[in-house]
RNA sequence: AGGACUGUAGCUCAGUGGUAGAGCACUACCUUGACACGGUAGGGGUCAGGGGUUCGAAACCCCUCAGUCCUACCA
């Protein structure tokens, strides 16, 4: 076997374990026998898009749960999967053409798709070659385009069911429209920002009378389409107006004043509205309810058409607003101007200001399917956490509004419709018809449009298992285990899974939701690249490896506010993989002489049979200490705190297995081959690693493997850790303690509780606190740390004097002593250093180099300290409120700590009183 | 306008009723036979502020302040 280099390198190892986990087929989930599974399916990323931390952070958190149930004997699966990103991938490609001076119009519908195809051949799969670089355990084999065949036939299966059901219907409506990408978008994709701008009144005078109604609007350009004026029924200033008319300045055009209560606020502006029903959604509605003209005066083109007078045409709409104020005040009809803050409602796509316009459109009647993905969550057959995002999602669909799916983009599902030019009948179908449905007329002609991306996204968990064939898959791996995804698209996405879902099989997409929040730059804004912060996860892989990125990901995925990134955080967790690589290299080479078959029949011995008599004291700790870290992780895993599990684990690692174990060890391997001792710390190191990297294999799974790899396992364990058992409980006590666990250490309950181990948890917690106290007083009185000293330990309670004899070796050790000698009061020299642990007092004799004044100082600063806190507690255990309601454990623990403390009080009063104090 | 979330060490974050924690940064010492991407010992916090509940509050309740975000819109 080759020695492990000293630093860890992950290129060494991630690229070659990757393509030998996908070759060997253990992405696949396992045959069907019976088992669970578990599925989830990867938010399909734009195809031709690049990997983000968002990204990097949806795979991690799901690959861990993947590789934990994979582990857990679970048959795992898990999508791949891309999405076609209508508008994002034609803007790309349009930009693309502009370059050669050719927009889409010109070179026509066929050219521009064939060219997207090639632009999607060309730039697509980087993300997913950027998913294998992170380690994500998808089936390759399973993967899907929201364009190819098997997605279309289901998208197209989705629209005609949804059609025959009522659910799809065409109609003439107010919608946003996006004039840079020459679209409709739904209100979802339209976001709003707040700037600052004015509110005009303009006077329109009454027609047969002097008077002038004053209105008040933000947006003085529309007024050229107003088909009416709104005043407030119950508004005495206008009551006597109702039923009259206005006439238009500058268009001359005759309109109606109308009573409308649900329009108008009394008390805002002037309390008169003009009424645009073409360009206002609450105008359009206020228009039908008094049967008011729609008249457009913006165009498609995002300019003033026709229906504008001849000065106004062809303007932009922020022209023919500086055009239309001119006019107006030139015609004395502009009566005040005054700052006014308004949203406006932006592209989420393109940036641009989206228009109200009314058009043809379809759309899904939402509210049917809302009610039963209501209810789905409401009685817990999906659960969204964190627990405080369902209110968001119950207000969304209570309050949901019909959603427009068509486009007016060439790149997409088509909208499989047909108009006849005969009857202007629509005939829908799962095949391309060759005639009208209605008259039968073979002059039919496709619906230009094509549906939006979220349609298709939105059967994502149907498309990838095959539907609407009744596939294997589906019927196994249906409905499926998590839905992990940023919060920002629960609407977008999540709520749409969720009512297609329940439509098409009944049965909710997903059992459990996990919402993470969007990881920001260092500066705690927004990446973006005008702010120059973004950071890129393949950066980060390659300069501190998969596995540094996935830690340090995975201690984020509970932040639920948003992840300020630090790249010193990934660089601690790049210092905990090599802390690990060396650890384990440490146990390799300790390891040579102890093979598969030694590792057998001393797993036998002491394992199997429950005899840890052999062991010594930090052999027993750690094996129990590794067990507990086990366990504990499990639990963490399944109540989604990835977090705190990471945490948990680091911990473990660096603080009790490598600070403390493996120097405690050195001791024992110090021996020949056939030392007890060393036979047994060699099956404690083989046992603990391979633990510890069956726990980490979920966030780690790179550095895992390969160390796992190299440790010695009995005959029968396969050759990979992604399919090796996790340490979990497989069965509990009465009481709920564990008894068995999956694993090297079968009968872990039983270990755990061995009062031999018990002993020995006491005796370790001793020797640490005995060695810092050691530690401590050299450091204190400036002693290098090479110098072997005495220390004297003076303890009356023959308990505590056993115990110091017990670990007598294993604190000359590791406090690196020259002895350590168990001494009557008598024999304290005068001038030493002493410090009080467990009411034993540890003494650094240092005659000659002690100041005695400056000892007495320090010592009477501890006395302080401890005074404070046994103070504290003697007041709490005085109070008689604290006696009657704490909960007794609570006050034992109280009392003992005092005990303790008025022991180690005397004693060093005494050192003091020694001291000459 | 409603609503949600957050405020803990210089920075990034744990800690949901029982004596304030981690990583990074900082100070001093150390090339100790796995690891200097390391070791040992340290320094550093009125847990945003105020009130309340409780024997006991960083944690639970109310108010204020600050930050982030969502939804809906007043023309």
């Known amino acids: ?235 005495p200033r206008y009551q006597h107006l109702i039923g009259r008319h206005v006439i238009l300045p500058l268009t001359g055009r005759r309109v109606p004043i109308v009573g409308d209560a649900i329009l108008v606020d009394m008390t805002f502006g002037t309390g008169a509205v003009k009424v645009t029903p073409a360009h206002d959604f609450n105008d359009f509605k206020t228009g039908k309810r008094h049967e008011l003209a729609v008249i457009t005066v913006i165009g498609f083109d995002g300019n003033m058409n026709a229906n504008a007078p001849e000065a106004f045409r062809g303007l932009s709409v922020a022209a023919a607003r500086t055009a239309v104020v001119a006019a107006l005040e030139a015609a004395g009809a502009l009566v005040k101007v005054e700052p006014h803050k308004l949203n406006l409602g932006v592209s989420q796509r393109t940036g641009v200001v989206c228009e109200p316009l009314p058009s043809d459109q379809w759309f899904v009647s939402t509210a ?118 940023g919060w920002d698209i629960l609407f977008f996405w999540v709520a749409r899974m969720m009512m297609l879902g329940l439509h098409f099989t009944g049965e909710v997409p997903f059992k459990t939701v996990f919402l993470h929040s969007m990881v920001l730059g260092e500066d705690g804004k927004k990446m973006s690249k005008t702010r120059g912060n973004v950071v890129d996860p393949i950066e980060l892989i390659d300069q501190y490896g998969a596995d540094s990125l996935r830690f340090y990901l995975a201690t984020m995925a509970g932040q639920d506010q948003g992840i300020i990134f630090s790249r010193a955080r990934v660089e601690g967790y790049r210092n905990f993989c090599n802390k690990l690589w060396n650890a384990v290299r440490f146990a390799g080479m300790n390891l040579e002489d102890f093979d598969a078959a030694e590792l057998a029949s001393w797993r036998a011995a002491v394992i199997d049979r429950g005899d840890v008599s052999a062991l010594a004291t930090a052999d027993r700790w750690i094996l129990a200490r590794a067990l507990e870290t086990a366990i504990q992780v499990g639990e963490l895993l399944a109540s989604y705190r990835l977090d705190l599990a990471a945490h948990a684990i680091y911990q473990f690692v660096w603080y009790e297995l490598c600070d403390w174990y493996l120097e405690a060890a050195k001791l024992s391997l110090r021996g020949d081959a056939a030392d007890p001792l060393r036979r047994a710390a060699q099956g404690t190191l083989a046992t603990v690693f391979d633990l510890v990297l069956r726990t980490l294999h979920p966030i780690t799974p790179f550095i895992s493997e390969a160390l796992w790899q190299t440790l010695p396992r009995p005959a029968g364990e396969g050759d990979s850790l992604m399919l090796a058992a996790y340490p979990r409980v497989l069965t509990r006590d009465a009481a709920g303690a564990p008894l068995t666990m999956a694993g090297p250490v079968p009968g872990a309950g039983a270990l755990l509780a061995d009062s031999g181990v018990q002993a020995a948890r006491e005796d370790m917690a001793a020797i640490i606190e005995v060695v810092t106290a050691t530690r401590m007083l050299k450091a204190e009185f400036k002693l290098p740390p090479a110098q072997r000293v005495e220390i004297l330990l003076r303890a009356e309670d023959p308990a505590a004097q056993a115990r110091v004899l017990r670990m007598q070796a294993c604190v000359v050790h590791l406090a690196r002593l020259q002895s350590l000698r168990v001494v009557e009061a008598a024999e304290v020299p005068r001038e030493s250093g002493s410090a009080v642990v467990r009411g034993v007092e540890v003494v650094l004799p240092l005659i000659g180099l002690v100041d005695l004044a400056a000892e007495r100082v320090r010592i009477g600063k501890d006395l302080e300290k401890l005074g404070k806190e046994g103070d504290s507690l003697a007041r709490k255990l005085d109070n008689a409120g604290f006696r009657a309601k704490a909960p007794p454990e609570v006050i034992a623990k109280d009392e003992a700590r005092l005990a303790e403390i008025r022991v180690d009080i005397e004693k060093l009063g005494r050192t003091r009183a020694r001291l000459g104090g």
């Open 1 to 235: 076997m080759e020695p492990l280099r000293t630093v860890y390198d992950p290129k060494a190892v991630e690229t070659r374990l990757y393509e030998g986990w996908r070759d060997a087929g253990q992405f696949k989930p396992a045959a069907d026998a019976g088992q669970p599974t578990f599925t989830v399916v990867l938010p399909p990323p734009n195809v031709t898009g690049r990997l983000h931390m968002g990204h990097a952070l949806t795979a991690t958190i799901e690959d861990a749960y993947v590789r934990w149930h994979r582990m857990a004997g679970d048959a795992a699966l898990w999508l791949p999967g891309t999405d076609h990103a209508g508008i994002a991938t034609q803007v790309m490609v349009e930009r693309d053409l502009a370059k050669e001076g050719k927009t889409r119009q010109g070179i026509g519908r066929e050219a521009f798709l064939a060219r997207t195809w090639q632009w999607k051949e060309r730039h697509g799969g980087i993300i997913d070659t950027q998913h294998a670089a992170l380690g994500a355990s998808l089936d390759w084999s399973r993967d899907r385009f929201t364009m190819d065949e098997v997605s279309s036939r289901a998208v197209r299966e989705a629209f005609c069911r949804l059609h025959e059901d009522g659910l799809i219907y065409r109609a003439y409506r107010l919608i946003n429209w996006d004039h840079a990408s020459q679209t409709a978008l739904s209100d979802l994709e339209v976001e709003h920002k707040e700037v600052d701008g004015f509110l005009w009144h303009l006077a329109y005078p009454v027609e047969g009378s002097d008077e002038r109604l004053v209105v008040a609007t933000t947006r003085p350009e529309t007024m050229l389409g107003d088909s009416g004026v709104a005043v407030h029924p119950d508004d």
């Open 368 to 485: 049917p399917l809302a009610a039963k993905a209501l209810a789905a969550v409401k009685d817990g057959r999906t659960r969204i956490l964190p627990e405080h995002r369902t209110a968001d999602y119950y207000r969304w669909m209570e309050s949901i509004q019909d959603w427009c799916i068509s486009r007016q983009l060439w790149w997409g599902h088509r909208v499989p419709a047909w108009h006849c030019a005969a009857c202007k009948g629509i005939t829908v179908g799962r095949e391309d018809p060759s005639a009208c449905q209605h008259c039968g007329s073979a002059a039919i002609a496709q619906d230009n449009d094509v549906l939006d991306t979220w349609f298709s996204s939105g059967l994502w968990p149907l498309t990838t298992l095959g539907w609407p064939e009744k596939t294997a898959d589906l019927q196994r791996f249906y409905p499926t285990d998590l839905m992990e995804t």
